[in-house]
């Protein structure tokens, strides 16, 4: 079992470049994170998405966008990256929100904006 | 919204317990979880405790659950260095998200 796959592992952008990251997940979970991970502040939601066609703001949205146009993918999207957004992002999905649920999470993607 | 404090580092020496303290503020989570992450890894679910529960014991891993104080702690019998790495507790309370805690740096001496 593949699990949570993150794509890419690593990545260096300019300031004011943009990218997708992609997350996929082989459990036919209906939700889906994005969560952004910064030394000492934990991990902290930035989009999420309850099932095929949903997208919704988490903590910290601003500055990137979501897409979930197939149940398995969730994107990250960074239309202009800023050296703020340099971090390591973490993409989980779960099965449903409530009982006995658990999140799996991907291996993270570390960027680092210059 | 909720928000999940714990103590940032715990050190100690193989073969002892460590326990690894967690409050949180909203009174209605329904689970609440410890998640390990070892260094370039992702984050994995270690155990949950339903609300309702007061302690739950799993091999080497007890937790215990004060609803009450709203305070959750993981004890580690037996630590061993494998046991290094950053413990996140987190609760959820609806619509699936998860509020984490900043995370307990725990490291083991031999």
């Known amino acids: 079992n593949a699990g949570v796959t993150q794509t890419p592992k690593f990545r260096v952008l300019k300031t004011g470049q943009s990218m997708t990251l992609l997350c996929a997940q082989d459990?036919?979970?209906?939700?889906m994170y994005w969560y952004r991970q910064d030394p000492g502040m934990g991990l902290r939601l930035i989009h999420y998405?309850?099932?095929?066609?949903?997208?919704a703001k988490g903590e910290v949205p601003d500055g990137y966008n979501v897409s979930r146009l197939k149940k398995q993918n969730f994107l990250l999207g960074l239309e202009s990256a800023a050296p703020s957004q340099t971090s390591v992002y973490f993409c989980?999905?779960?099965?449903?929100?409530?009982?006995?649920?658990?999140?799996?999470f991907g291996q993270g993607t570390r960027l680092t904006v210059v | 919204g909720e928000d999940v404090e714990q103590s940032l580092f715990l050190s100690v020496r193989e073969g002892d317990s460590s326990v690894i303290n967690c409050t949180y503020t909203?009174?209605?989570?329904?689970?609440l979880y410890w998640y390990k992450q070892e260094p370039g890894a992702g984050l994995q679910l270690l155990t949950y405790?339903?609300?309702?529960?007061d302690m739950k014991q799993d091999q080497r891993l007890t937790v215990l659950l004060n609803k009450k104080d709203k305070h959750l702690s993981l004890r580690i019998a037996d630590t061993q260095t494998g046991d290094s790495a950053i413990y996140f507790c987190?609760?959820?309370?609806?619509?699936?998200?998860?509020?984490f805690g900043d995370g307990t740096t725990l490291t083991v001496k031999p």
């Open positions: 987190a609760s959820n309370t609806n619509a699936g998200k998860s509020t």
């Open positions: 459990m036919n979970h209906e939700y």
């Open positions: 909203d009174s209605s989570s329904t689970y």
């Open positions: 998405s309850v099932g095929e066609g949903t997208t």
């Open positions: 989980a999905s779960s099965y449903s929100p409530g009982l006995n649920t658990e999140a799996f």
């Open positions: 405790i339903f609300s309702n529960m």
